[in-house]
T-cell receptor, first 113, second 113 residues
Framework: NAGVMQNPRHLVRRRGQEARLRCSPM?????VYWYRQLPEEGLKFMVY????????ESGMPKERFSAEFPKEGPSILRIQQVVRGDSAAYFC???????????FGPGTRLTVT | GESVGLHLPTLSVQEGDNSIINCAYS??????FIWYKQESGKGPQFIID?????DKRQGQRVTVLLNKTVKHLSLQIAATQPGDSAVYFC????????????FGQGTELSVKP
């Protein structure tokens, strides 16, 4: 029973490029949360999605960031025109629903040069 | 020049001793609390949780205590082992806010053999 999968595990982008981060939830889970972690800090909530719906995007920066969770396929976190300050670890967590335990993936470490 | 940055609080214990990690949470409307363990390069791993209608919960070698009066949470690890070395985060879930987790800063636990 595979856990939450994220890819790529490491991603290097130059300033101005686009970054696409993928998250495949655990089997049977239709809810996904994305969090960002800066070095030596706790995780910060970004966005909560169900299949084909964004439920809460209160933690997303207003520009350049978007997320989707299509009916088929993984959830995608997209960062356009990356800047150095976007360098961080991005984690997704999947769950059966908002009142259930969240299971975290291994994260994608984004480095912007 | 001198570099300035955030540093995680650190707890150093001897193998076999008990460890206590503390956390102050922020929102009196939080109804659910979780402790996570994060090893280097990995995602957060669930350790133990507690609901706001409880003040103590025990697992295998771990105990969580909740003091709602002062908004304080603690994690006790009995007979600490080298494999317990990691960063530990508390997280809170605010009632009726869609399940997103609010993470504390984290404490780095170092176990000396």
């Amino acid at each position: 029973n595979a856990g939450v999968m994220q890819n790529p595990r490491h991603l290097v982008r130059r300033r101005g490029q686009e970054a696409r981060l993928r998250c495949s939830p655990m089997k049977g889970h239709s809810h996904v949360y994305w969090y960002r972690q800066l070095p030596e800090e706790g995780l910060k909530f970004m966005v909560y999605l169900q299949k084909e719906n964004i439920i809460d995007e209160s933690g997303m920066p207003k520009e350049r960031f978007s997320a989707e969770f299509p009916k088929e396929g993984p959830s995608i976190l997209r960062i356009q025109q990356v800047v150095r300050g976007d360098s961080a670890a991005y984690f997704c967590a999947s769950t059966l629903g908002s009142s259930y335990e969240q299971y975290f993936g291994p994260g994608t470490r984004l480095t912007v040069t | 020049g001198e570099s300035v940055g955030l540093h995680l609080p650190t707890l150093s214990v001897q193998e076999g001793d008990n460890s206590i990690i503390n956390c102050a949470y922020s929102n009196s409307a939080s109804d659910y609390f979780i402790w996570y363990k994060q090893e280097s390069g990995k995602g957060p791993q669930f350790i133990i949780d507690i609901r706001s209608n409880m003040d103590k919960r025990q697992g295998q070698r771990v105990t969580v205590l909740l003091n709602k009066t002062v908004k304080h949470l603690s994690l006790q690890i009995a007979a600490t082992q080298p494999g317990d070395s990691a960063v530990y985060f508390c997280a809170e879930r605010v009632y009726n806010q869609g399940g997103k987790l609010i993470f504390g800063q984290g404490t780095e636990l170092s176990v000396k053999p």
